[in-house]
């Protein structure tokens, strides 16, 4: 038995295909690890098939399914899943932009516990070398919209990453295009993840294969993780909507601290500039409780950050929300008349999720 499977996805890479292998092997070999070498194809027109059929005759742990039908790299990644004959998965690139070194370290950090370790190119210590800004507009595109579903990830469209099998192998993965680990992290059962810093050097040889299509497939496929979640309450991006949802709990009930507690102070004799000041900023605390103590009660923030820390954060980020709120609510009313109660009611639905994601990111996300 084995002791992971390394994945490796292929299309036209017969100048990439031995390097990675050997490359892959020779890390395995040193760190003394028994891994099978999976190579997945769809069908490649030039060598790739044939140098693989080669090497596994000389070294039975490399395998490779040839794809016929189906044609896709997510697609093929969810099938090596299926025909991997181990407990861990390891998903790498053919062309070398992924360091096969840190195979081990993902290999480890698995058995430490996590469910899913993830080769980050956004976290401090990652990098991309050698990409074309339109590459990187792209891909900072599309890192955002999928860190709205998983804000303590980093690099939530990473190609290199490590799974345990028991997350994907009851996962209804329906990827199409190019973002495997999205389908992963949204559509597989796991808890406890990882993230390791690497750089990521383009290929120097042949040519990337992302299109224009990939940019339409990934939204639409953000939408469909949006859905699933929906249904399936052990999904991550479902308890990302418990967090929204007591989260805009926590803001009615300052709704009415705020409004209780000027009421009060009014009837006390207090002016009304002053008992608006304490009843805001009394609100304010009261939310910051609640969601310290309940929304994000399992943040991690909440061990590495002293409560003034987040305290503080909170009254600034809650005051560039109110500001927001002010500035829609009268912005829409004294430019295109729109009525106040309606333009007011545009500002707070803003205002919250500008709080809700700087809150999410800042205040009680993974340092
Ligand atoms: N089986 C199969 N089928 N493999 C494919 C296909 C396909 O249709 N298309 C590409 N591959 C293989 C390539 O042979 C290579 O090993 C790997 O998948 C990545 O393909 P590239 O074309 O080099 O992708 P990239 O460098 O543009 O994108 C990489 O970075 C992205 C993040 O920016 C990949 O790692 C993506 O998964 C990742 O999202
Ligand atoms: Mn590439």
């Not at 099998?165 to 993965?173: D, H, I, M, Q, T």
């Amino acid at each position: 038995m084995y002791d992971l499977s390394v994945i490796i996805p292929t299309f036209n890479e017969e100048e990439n295909i031995l390097n990675i292998i050997e490359e892959v092997d020779a890390v395995l070999k040193k760190s003394n690890l028994n891994g099978e070498i999976l190579v997945v194809d769809d069908n490649s027109q030039d060598r790739t098939i044939t140098l693989v059929r080669e090497m596994h005759s000389k070294k039975e742990n490399v395998n490779i399914i040839v794809r016929l039908a189906d044609h896709g790299l997510s697609q093929s990644v969810a099938e090596g899943f299926t025909h991997a004959s181990s407990q861990i998965f390891i998903v790498i690139d053919a062309d070398l932009s992924h360091p096969p070194a840190l195979i081990p370290k993902m290999y480890e950090e698995i058995r430490a516990g996590n469910d899913l370790v993830i080769g980050s190119r956004y976290m401090e210590g990652g990098g991309i070398r050698q990409w074309p800004l339109k590459r990187r507009l792209i891909s900072i595109g599309a890192t955002f919209l999928g860190r709205l579903l998983f804000p303590d990830i980093t690099d939530p469209v990473s190609g290199f990453f490590a799974v345990k099998k028991e997350v994907v192998v009851n996962a209804p993965l329906r990827p199409k295009g190019y973002k495997i680990l999205l389908e992963v992290l949204g559509k597989g059962t796991w808890e406890n993840d990882r993230e390791i810093p690497f750089e990521f050097v383009d290929r120097e040889i042949g040519s990337s294969k992302l299109k224009f299509r990939t940019i339409t497939e990934y939204a639409r496929q953000v939408v469909d993780i949006t859905f699933y979640s929906f249904f399936h309450h052990q999904s991550a991006a479902w308890r990302e909507w418990k967090k929204v949802f007591k989260f805009g709990i926590v803001g009615l009930s300052g709704i009415i601290v705020n409004l209780g507690l000027l009421q009060l102070l009014l009837m006390a004799g207090i002016s009304g500039y002053i008992s608006l000041f304490f009843a805001i900023a009394i609100a304010i605390l009261n939310n910051f409780i609640w969601n310290d103590l309940w929304t994000f009660r399992s943040s991690s923030q909440r061990r590495t950050t002293s409560i003034w820390q987040r305290l503080w954060l909170f009254y600034t980020v809650s005051a560039g929300g109110a500001i927001i709120n002010y500035g829609i609510a009268m912005g829409l009313t004294n430019l295109v008349g729109m009525n106040l109660l309606v333009s007011d009611t545009l500002g707070i639905l803003v205002g919250f999720i500008w709080n809700f994601l700087i809150n999410r990111r800042f205040t009680w996300g993974r340092r």
